[in-house]
């Protein structure tokens, strides 16, 4: 596969490593009274769609930017690659 | 033997003889030959056995796609098995073997299965050699594993090399036949930059076999035109003897390029070099498979598929026999008749299925419209044919053609399905193709040549627009249309004599119809049962045969009993080209300490230790044994002195105003007041709340921070760091970057460290215990103005430093370290020593984080803080995760100070039965202490802090043995710390 590197340009999948769903950006309050309950869900429960997917990758073999890939699982097709930065900070992670 | 089967015309160089062996036979062929029809050439009509009855086979085919004629190539290490006659490209000195015969090819003693045939039919193992259960390992397998299989394998280590490469293009053009050929030239004019890959040698399909005019020219010469105008373009890469293995995601082609398989030797060079193919567009220009028709005994030395026969003929120059006939089910097996006519081969019959008029009227040729081959007469050699119709004919070659199969087979490598098309009696692609393929040709059903060029010209038009190249479109060459008409015949009904259908395999007309009648009616099952299709020719000439005849036995259309799709390889690829470069030491790279050379010098032994090579210890003159080293390391560090490269160990720089917080959030204990000049031990959790990895990590200044990770996790840590510095906590001012290769580091360990320090660091850094206590840091210079950093921390639990220099000094820092401390008797010693006094002290490695270990296991659960926000703290509370009764980190010794404690062992309370349920925890580490003078071990066991002093029975059924042990505190020296403080 190939992935479009926001910075670098096409990149041969080979370089990165896969981590998983976007969602583990959503990492959950640790002050929230569910804590327990919302770390459980954090960190175990994952949808598997057969269609468009959120993905973390990592370039590891290049600039070490991690990544949020869009891909279908289906057909492998990529729609949108974004540095994982900027979505963690538009899906309101801060300080 | 002379080339009795040789004759005018075609594309060998006479002025090149070769010579070879077949067999040990000497015979000779020319520089354009393949091997199978140098053989032919000479004669040679039996080239092998079949797979299951060892039936006499010849050679069937003039492609990759030859299911029969597979030979051992070469001799010794480079001797390969199942190389296809067809596709070795002849050379002088070339060696050959038949297969799958035990005596000679002509007399097998294995034929006997041929007699037994009618209990070998489909499922025969399944149904035989269930019983009795305990003959299997014994005496069936061993049995049929002699028997099965086809080449041998030489047994020895390959002697050649292999490479791997990476290419680049606009156009991928596979298959260089007309439709290639038109596609390359009309992309490689419009400048796009193009690649066009065949898996023969000489470049033009089917037109070297074939006698069409096209451009006004034969067609041959078109293609000869064609390739030499591409050859004189920059912006087209030409790639012979390289086959276009698999269609990948997103445009990447696998090729496999035949290097020096043409030569006598490599002579140094790769073999052959696995290609990945990064191309914006794709033509399929694959072409089309022949398929033959199954009638009884079909498959004597002889039976030829009708378009090899012409290759043969036209393209070899070597006729496949003197007196041929032509069995067809379509207009193309006719060309083959009026072919050989011209070249004035002796054509005895057309023997054709269809009742339509006769196509062509050729001198001397009988024609038999409606008519069957019923039967075959010759056994090492065809003799004759028998025809429905009562005829008989003498020949010694039939050419057969049932119709030709678009090679779809890259199509399907991801999402396509291939469909019926009932006026080619054939699939062609279907479903979604690879992204961005056209296929164009034959391959898509567009048989006749002036339609395949007409199709690729305009497929690959369309391509160009896509990449946003312009072209103009130019003439295709003038080309004929000619008939292709094809019926829709499969086998001659016949229930008493064997048809093939699958040669390679040996599954015949009537292995289908049991399968169909037992109720393996789903095409995949129908493959799997009677391995129709399988093994190095994958059913090219095969599976629809067997599809149809499927389909008419359960009474449904082609379409409706399926298909099976393809997966790549299109054919074998060399698992040594898979491997390329990656064998041997190359297979794991390791990495080399910076006191490697200085270590090799000094009696080092080495061990992988993650991907690095460590001295594991240092033998002296007189150690009999690695443990009288590692006993004397273990023991001079502890009374004097000792250095060990600790390098290896993750090391990661983190600076940025919010570095001290961001450590707060990885690492499960306070860092955020963690003074300057100061280092702290760390516990990182996973997420879930177990250990995940610890070290230590120092503060250089005020927004500069050092930390130190195992070895093994090293890169996992930092790409952690990476993922909560960008993905978990985008705002906080911290970056990263790893130093581990940067700084070569030192433990310099034992009473007499700080003394031997002295001698290293420059003068005006105060060491002294007041100004440089137990866990202080800073930044040095040593012997004279060299940087340095120098940690007091101690893993071996004596008074302990260890100092880093820049790499590049780090052998150098080796012996001058060992120098200073010759007064001191100071040594170097490696990891097992290191393992040694780790476990003399109870430090927690590897053994003991085993992925379930909490940091309640290991007695370190109040450190998990809950007053902050970190990795793991939250699920790490867990009820289960905090039980009370919980297995804990003990130190361990046998009751019986002589007695070898075993890693492994589980402990169970005296008293109780040895079982699972009464499992108490197990032993993670073992060594022999030579401080102690007896065994020690850390280990797991329930309540173990509760158990101080308890006996408990060490069992370990892999070994046998079991022992009493005594649960002791897991500090087995100096639980106090004072030494290292002092």
């Given at each position: 596969m190939l992935i479009d590197h926001p910075l670098l340009g096409t990149r041969d999948a080979a370089e990165f490593i896969y981590l998983g769903d976007v969602s583990l950006i959503d990492r959950p309050d640790w002050q929230a009274k569910d804590a327990m309950q919302q770390f459980h869900d954090y960190g175990y429960l994952r949808d598997n769609p057969a269609g468009a997917h959120q993905e973390l990758w990592y370039h590891e073999q290049g600039d070490r930017s991690w990544l949020v890939v869009t891909r279908d699982t289906l057909t492998h097709e990529i729609s949108k690659v974004e540095l994982a930065r900027d979505v963690a900070r538009a899906r309101g992670r801060d300080k | 033997m002379t080339q009795v089967n040789r004759i005018e015309g075609g594309y060998v160089d006479r002025r090149y003889q070769c010579t070879f062996h077949f067999n040990g036979k000497p015979m000779v062929g020319h520089k354009g030959d393949t091997l199978a029809s140098a053989l032919l050439a000479n004669g040679q009509t039996l080239v092998g056995r079949s797979f299951k009855y060892h039936r006499p086979r010849g050679i069937?085919?003039?492609?990759?796609?030859?299911?029969?004629?597979?030979v051992e190539l070469r001799e010794g290490a480079h001797q390969e098995p199942n190389t296809r006659a067809t596709m070795v490209e002849l050379f002088d000195g070339l060696k050959a073997k038949s297969q799958n015969h035990r005596g000679s090819l002509e007399h097998d003693?294995?034929?006997?299965n041929d007699l037994l045939s009618p209990f070998l039919s489909a499922g025969f193992y399944y149904k035989t050699f269930m019983w009795p259960k305990a003959f299997w390992e014994k005496l069936y397998e061993p049995v049929i594993r002699a028997a099965a299989g086809l080449g041998r394998l030489s047994m020895k280590e390959d002697p050649d090399s292999y490479d791997k490469g990476f290419l680049h293009c606009d156009l991928l053009v596979i298959g260089s036949g007309p439709a290639g050929l038109i596609s390359a030239l009309t992309a490689a004019r419009a400048g796009a930059r193009v690649i066009l890959a065949d898996e023969d040698f000489r470049f033009g399909g089917r037109l070297n076999s074939e006698t069409y005019a096209l451009g006004g020219m034969a067609c041959g010469s078109w293609a000869e035109q064609a390739v030499s105008e591409l050859n004189s373009m920059d912006n087209v890469r030409l790639m012979s003897?390289?086959?276009?293995y698999g269609a990948y995601d997103h445009g990447i082609y696998g090729a496999l390029e035949r290097k020096t398989d043409h030569l006598a030797s490599a002579e140094g060079r790769p073999r052959q070099v696995l290609w990945r193919i990064y191309s914006r567009r794709a033509i399929l220009a694959a072409g089309s498979t022949e398929r033959p028709i199954a009638f009884p005994?079909?498959?004597?030395?002889?039976?030829?598929?009708s378009g090899a026969v012409r290759s043969y003929v036209n393209r070899f120059g070597v006729t496949p026999g003197q007196k041929i006939s032509i069995f067809t089910n379509n207009d193309d097996g006719w060309r083959t008749a009026s072919d050989l006519v011209a070249k004035g081969i002796d054509v005895n019959a057309i023997i054709d299925s269809r009742d339509i008029a006769t196509v062509t009227q050729l001198d001397g040729v009988r024609v038999h419209m409606n008519t069957h081959v019923v039967g075959t007469i010759g056994r090492k050699a065809l003799g004759a044919i028998k025809l429905s119709d009562g005829a008989i004919y003498p020949t010694n070659c039939l050419a057969v053609s049932g119709g030709w199969n678009p090679n779809v087979h890259l199509t399907c490598h991801q999402r396509g399905r291939p469909q019926w098309r009932d006026d080619l009696c054939a699939f062609v692609p279907g479903g979604e193709l690879p992204v961005g393929m056209a296929v164009a040709g034959s391959a898509n059903g567009s048989m006749t040549l002036a339609a395949a060029m007409a199709e690729a010209q305009e497929k690959t038009l369309a391509q160009l627009e896509a990449l946003g190249i312009s072209s103009k479109i130019e003439e295709v060459p003038q080309a004929e249309d000619e008939p292709r008409e094809c019926a829709a015949f499969w086998h001659v009904k016949n229930d008493k004599k064997r048809a093939w259908v699958d040669l390679q395999n040996d599954v015949t007309v009537k292995d289908i119809k049991l399968a169909n009648t037992e109720g393996f009616r789903s095409v995949e099952l129908l493959k799997r049962y009677t391995t129709l299709g399988m093994a190095t020719d994958q059913g090219k000439t095969s599976n629809i045969a067997g599809l149809a005849i499927l389909a008419e036995e359960s009474g449904k259309t082609i379409p409706e009993v399926g298909t099976t799709i393809f997966r790549p390889p299109y054919t074998p690829v060399p698992i040594g080209a898979l491997a390329g470069r990656s064998r041997g030491k190359d297979f794991r790279p390791y990495r080399l300490t910076p006191s490697h050379r200085w270590a090799s010098e000094n009696g080092a032994s080495f061990v992988n230790v993650g991907n690095w090579l460590r001295a594991e210890w240092y033998t002296k003159p007189?150690?009999?044994?690695?443990r009288d080293s590692v006993d004397r390391e273990a023991k001079m560090t502890r009374e004097s002195v000792g250095i060990c490269d600790v390098t290896t160990l993750g090391k990661i720089d983190i600076q940025g105003r919010d570095a001290g917080e961001f450590l707060n959030r990885v690492y499960s204990n306070t860092f955020a007041t963690l003074p300057v000049g100061k280092v702290r031990y760390g516990l990182m959790l996973r997420e879930d709340g177990i250990c995940y990895d610890d070290g230590t990590t120092a503060r250089l200044d005020e927004n500069h921070y050092v930390m130190t990770t195992t070895t093994a996790n090293a890169v996992l840590v930092f790409r952690r760091l990476e993922f909560a510095r960008q993905c978990l906590w985008p705002n906080l001012d911290v970056h990263l970057i790893s130093t581990t290769d940067g700084w070569a580091q030192f433990a310099v360990a034992g009473p007499n460290s700080r003394a031997l320090l002295r001698k290293v660091v420059d003068e005006k850094h105060d060491i002294s215990n007041e100004a440089f206590p137990f866990m202080g840091c800073g930044r040095i210079t040593v012997c004279g103005g060299t940087p340095a950093r120098l940690f007091r921390i101690s893993f071996s639990g004596e008074l302990a430093y260890e100092i880093a220099v820049p790499a590049r000094y780090g052998n150098s820092m080796m012996a001058v370290l060992n120098e200073a401390g010759a007064e001191f008797g100071a040594i170097p010693y490696g990891t097992e020593a290191l393992g040694v006094m780790r476990i003399e002290k109870g430090h927690f490695t590897g053994n003991e984080l085993t992925g379930q270990t909490t940091a309640h296991n290991v007695g370190?659960?109040?450190?998990?803080?809950?007053k902050k926000e970190c990795i793991g703290n939250v699920l790490s509370q867990r009820p289960e995760m905090i039980r009370e009764d919980a297995e804990r980190l003990m130190g361990f010794r046998p009751v019986n100070r002589s007695e070898k404690l075993i890693a492994g062992s589980h402990f169970i309370t005296k008293g109780d039965p040895t079982d699972m349920d009464h499992d108490q925890g197990w032993m993670t580490s073992v060594a022999h202490s030579p401080n102690l003078g007896h065994s020690i071990g850390l280990g797991f066991i329930k309540r173990g802090h509760e158990r101080m002093g308890e006996v408990v029975r060490a069992v370990s059924p892999v070994h046998g043995k079991e022992m009493d042990v005594e649960i002791v505190s897991a500090h087995f020296l100096d639980p106090e710390g004072e030494r290292l403080r002092g």
């Open positions: - | 069937f085919t003039a492609g990759s796609e030859e299911p029969n004629a597979l003693l294995l034929a006997v003897r390289t086959t276009i005994d079909n498959d004597r030395p002889g039976v030829m598929l007189g150690e009999k044994g690695w370190l659960g109040k450190m998990v803080s809950q």
